[in-house]
């Protein structure tokens, strides 16, 4: 014996997921940034240093 049931309306969750997606999407990119960031800190902050390095050998010379 089977049943069925008349189907009826579900509910919309299309806003909640979309406002979901946004704000993951906005973290990811925020993390994504920041890793970047600090990649692009540490290559220019190694390279100034180096600048200074050669600046003083080429002063003391």
Known sequence: M???RPIEAVEDYTN???A???VILFMS????AAALG???????????????????RVRSS
């Not at 990119?29 to 994504?32: A, G, K, N, Q, S």
């Not at 600090?38 to 003083?56: D, H, R, T």
């Open 38 to 56: 600090y990649i692009w800190l540490a290559i220019v902050a190694y390279g100034i240093n180096e600048v200074f390095k050669w600046i003083g």
């Open 2 to 4: 089977s049943y069925r």
């Open 20 to 22: 979901t997606l946004w």
């Open 16 to 18: 909640a997921f979309l």
């Open 29 to 32: 990119f925020w993390v994504i």
